[in-house]
């Protein structure tokens, strides 16, 4: 009986170990299977989120270019004006009646319409603006005085959204801008080959008007320059003395620990605070002229320098210690070391912060709204202490605009920032891949 016991015991151990080896394996199979679940539930989560964004992303680009595409375009009408000498001062030009010479071509081309009613539907075909063209051609040519040329004219903001198909035929008069015989006349225009759409040049040449068809972006486009420019020359300099100084230089004691503690908290500051210290100081107290781009490259100076001067910290910091370790063991002093040898390194670093410090002040519109620029600014800017907009605060301009014309203008301003921001982010990204270096 013992034999037998014996001879039986070693195989139960056998087939306990193997049915414990055989729960334990099923254990972590379910284990492992139910972690390959979750990551693949995890991967599929994050992969419909990106998709997600994206598609957000699309539908408000889509969005922005279907509105914005057609005011790079814009309608002009070919008139044939007849300069006529007996409507001219030769001691002053500015004073003859422009107008009155579009009005008289136009009655020349439509010669059945004679009520005073009439006459003034037939003139809104042609922007006010046409005038103004006709006054510059003779300031700069007085010869035109006398003779007769065929000149295209820009169109009305009604003919042109008429023309590009925001305007429907169909509906009631009532319910559109242009009249029946306003259309009836634009028909026969395009009949004759009077009526044309080209680029529209004057949406980056000239400024902000309260006619849509004449308004520009190039005043916003020149106030955003000098204003970055500003913001430029004194955040990165400035910025980047306070970051070698804080890493390099700085002791380490509870003074620097609360300046840094401060710094890092500026970068969180909502920039509407930054404007009404603007306000407060550079205007109130320095009496610096308002809606300039000096005092905007000022405040932004103020939001965009806590960027860079931590971006500076981070790139000096990404140093290795043996370069400086090295450059003083051959007998350069610590100046040296930083200039020659620190600063070349970590300069990637720091470019990459100031653009995208930059790139945020480009976008920027409240702090800009607190010291006046958002007033409406028609002249372009010719130097810093000019009066000026900059392209956020204009397209919060026009997006307050009631008329259908500015919705298009203020979609296309939308995408040449867009365009701006966009750019500037890549070449940060471009710079940082270049010159960055792994150590």
């Not at 992969?47 to 922005?64: E, Y």
């Not at 003034?120 to 700069?140: C, E, K, N, T, Y």
């Not at 210690?321 to 300069?347: D, K, W, Y």
């Not at 653009?355 to 958002?374: R, W």
């Amino acid at each position: 009986m013992n034999k037998k016991m014996h001879a039986t015991t070693p195989g139960s151990a056998g087939d306990k170990r193997r049915s414990t080896q055989t729960a334990t394996m099923k254990l972590v199979s379910r284990g492992l299977a139910r972690r390959y679940r979750r990551e693949r539930l995890f991967r599929r989560c994050g992969l419909a989120a990106i998709i997600i964004s994206l598609s957000f992303l699309g539908l408000l680009f889509g969005a922005i270019v279907a509105h914005g595409w057609s005011a790079f375009v814009r309608t002009e009408i070919l008139l044939t004006i007849h300069f006529d000498p007996v409507r001219f001062d030769v001691d002053n030009l500015a004073a003859a009646n422009y107008g009155a010479l579009v009005g008289k071509s136009l009655q020349t081309w439509f010669p059945a319409v004679r009520g005073r009613h009439e006459k003034r539907r037939l003139h809104r075909l042609i922007s006010p603006g046409a005038a103004f063209l006709l006054q510059d051609l003779v300031s700069r040519d007085s010869g035109l005085i006398g003779t007769t040329r065929s000149l295209w004219l820009p169109a009305a903001a009604d003919v042109d959204m008429f023309v590009k198909g925001f305007i429907q035929r169909d509906a009631p008069e009532s319910e559109r801008r242009l009249q029946d015989d306003q259309i009836a006349w634009i028909d026969q225009l395009r009949t004759a080959g009077r009526l044309r759409k080209r680029f529209n040049n004057t949406l980056f040449t000239a400024g902000d008007s309260r006619e849509p068809e004449l308004a520009g972006l190039g005043g916003a486009l020149v106030g955003s320059l000098f204003t970055l420019v500003v913001t430029l020359a004194l955040s990165f300099p400035i910025g980047v003395a306070t970051a070698v100084y804080l890493e390099e230089f700085a002791p380490k004691n509870r003074w620097t620990d609360l300046v840094e503690v401060n710094i890092n908290n500026l970068a969180a500051v909502p920039s509407i605070v930054f404007g009404l210290l603007g306000l407060a100081v550079f205007l109130n107290c320095f009496h610096l002229p308002r809606s300039t781009p000096l005092v905007g490259g000022l405040v932004l100076t103020l939001m965009t320098m806590p960027t860079i001067v931590i971006a500076s910290r981070a790139a000096l910091a990404s140093v290795p210690a043996s370069i400086r370790e090295a450059a003083l063991g051959v007998g350069a002093s610590r100046m040296q070391t930083i200039t020659h040898h620190v600063l070349p390194l970590a300069m990637p670093g720091m470019m990459t912060g100031t653009i995208i410090g930059m790139a945020q002040a480009l976008g920027e519109t409240a702090p800009l709204l607190m010291i006046g620029m958002v007033a409406f600014i028609v002249d372009v800017p010719h130097s810093f202490l000019d009066p000026a907009t900059v392209l956020p605060v204009q397209i919060y301009l026009w997006a307050d605009a009631p008329e259908r014309a500015f919705v298009e203008r203020t979609s296309a301003a939308i995408m040449v920032l867009l365009v701006f921001l966009v750019g500037m982010n890549s070449l940060a990204v471009f710079l940082r891949r270049k010159f960055e270096r792994r150590w």
